[in-house]
């Protein structure tokens, strides 16, 4: 049997129930979504930064003999990765005011100091909170939705590759595989008066069983990944900053403020 009135038994009840009342405060939904924004963010701009550097070398190797046929390319990866610089700061700070504005939303916070309490400024900053990462979600689709484009290029090309050596493997003419081509310019990533513009036959072969071919490819898929990571952070945001402000306008109602 413990004397119930011992202090320090009463000081380790307090430090127990205070680390619950921390334990629940958490908003569980925002910090997931923010590990999941800093990961996919990471994994976006860390893969893309060197799978543009990489196509650039890649596309100016193969693809183009003349420099004013890919300046408009190398204009643009120069650009987004400069893009890709601000994206990374500004997803890191956006993640934080989520993250806090879920600890200010959470109602087992405001439990802590006895009641409910909401004001019409932070309900407006809720909102807010709400119409930006709606439209953060719908700039990333498009995002997520132009990653996929140097990633089916790659793999067309994997699978053209893939072709010329079964058609090497069955049928001994060399003439056979010179009619099976990659062409960068129907992709976009080259205007059409580009010389050669395309690769065929077995020098494509050759370059798809380079290393430098599937480091670009990895790279790629990481960076998609990383782009899809990004909007399901994105879209659990939007459902946990959406809930926060429907509880806070529902308890404003009742008039508990």
């Known amino acids: 049997m413990f004397p119930v009135r011992q202090p320090w038994l009463c000081k380790a009840l307090g430090c127990y129930d205070c680390c619950v009342r921390c334990i629940g405060a958490i908003p569980y939904p925002s910090l997931v979504a923010t590990l999941l924004c800093y990961a996919g963010m990471a994994l976006f701009c860390g893969a893309?930064?060197?799978?543009?550097?990489?196509?650039?070398?890649?596309?100016?190797?193969?693809?183009?003999?003349?420099?004013?046929?890919?300046?408009?390319?190398?204009?643009?990866?120069?650009?987004?990765?400069?893009?890709?610089?601000?994206?990374?700061?500004?997803?890191?700070?956006?993640?934080?005011?989520l993250l806090a504005e879920g600890f200010y939303s959470t109602s087992a916070v405001k439990q802590q100091f006895g009641e409910f309490r909401s004001t019409q400024c932070g309900r407006g900053f809720s909102l807010t909170f709400i119409i930006v990462t709606y439209i953060l979600a719908f700039i990333w689709l498009v995002v997520f939705a132009f990653a996929v484009i140097p990633l089916f290029f790659l793999f067309n090309m994997e699978q053209t590759c893939h072709n010329i050596n079964l058609l090497a493997e069955t049928t001994p003419s060399i003439n056979q595989h010179n009619w099976i081509c990659m062409d960068a310019r129907q992709y976009?990533?080259?205007?059409?008066?580009?010389?050669?513009?395309?690769?065929?036959?077995?020098?494509?072969?050759?370059?798809?069983?380079?290393?430098e071919f599937h480091v670009v490819y990895d790279l790629y898929i990481a960076a998609f990944a990383g782009a899809g990571i990004t909007?399901?952070?994105?879209?659990?945001?939007?459902?946990?900053t959406t809930y926060n402000y429907a509880v806070l306008r529902f308890l404003g109602r009742k008039g508990i403020r």
Not at 188 to 211: D, E, Q
């Open 188 to 211: 976009g990533l080259l205007p059409w008066n580009a010389m050669p513009g395309k690769v065929c036959g077995m020098t494509l072969a050759s370059i798809c069983k380079a290393s």
């Open 231 to 240: 909007l399901l952070a994105l879209l659990v945001y939007l459902v946990a």
């Open 48 to 97: 893309g930064h060197q799978a543009l550097a990489h196509t650039e070398v890649l596309v100016e190797t193969h693809f183009a003999r003349n420099p004013q046929d890919y300046e408009v390319m190398d204009s643009f990866i120069r650009y987004f990765q400069f893009v890709i610089y601000g994206l990374a700061s500004f997803f890191f700070l956006y993640g934080i005011l």
